[in-house]
């Protein structure tokens, strides 16, 4: 006699061997797949947060052909920051204090957002490394 799910898996033409059954006792999550993770420490002007900062960054990443549905913006530790990203599968990670470092061709070093609107000199450094994203992102 069929079990109740192999009988719905039947009425749906799903083969069993598709079916994932979840084990409650396991924490497994799905890393979630994006373009750009953008990880800064804690900071004032806060990119995580909607405003000006934000604003500035979003387009920033607009510039070299980033959508905001496809970018994530994180804060972190230096302590933490191993474990945050591996909550993500991300084609690029963007990283905004000198403190954090990451050792993978997909991560670049960039100002924070913040500085960068402060002084307008920090553009052009800011856009060297949004070339070589949208270069890895190709």
């Not at 373009?35 to 909607?50: G, K, P, R, Y």
């Not at 604003?55 to 990443?61: A, E, G, P, R, S």
């Amino acid at each position: 006699m069929l079990s109740i799910r192999s009988q719905y898996l039947n009425v749906l033409n799903i083969p069993e061997y598709l079916h994932v059954v979840k084990d409650s006792s396991q924490k497994t999550s799905i890393p979630l797949s994006i373009d750009c993770l953008v990880i800064e420490l804690e900071n004032q002007n806060s990119i995580c947060i909607a405003g000006e900062v934000q604003d500035f960054l979003f387009k920033m990443l607009s510039a070299i052909g980033l959508q905001q549905k496809n970018i994530a913006c994180i804060k972190v530790s230096p302590n933490t920051l191993l474990d945050q990203v591996a909550n993500y599968n991300a084609r690029t990670i963007l990283l905004t204090h000198q403190q954090l470092t990451l050792n993978t061709s997909n991560a670049f070093s960039m100002l924070h957002p913040s500085e960068v609107l402060k002084d307008e000199r920090l553009k052009r450094d800011a856009w060297e490394v949004l070339k070589q994203v949208e270069a890895c992102l190709k």
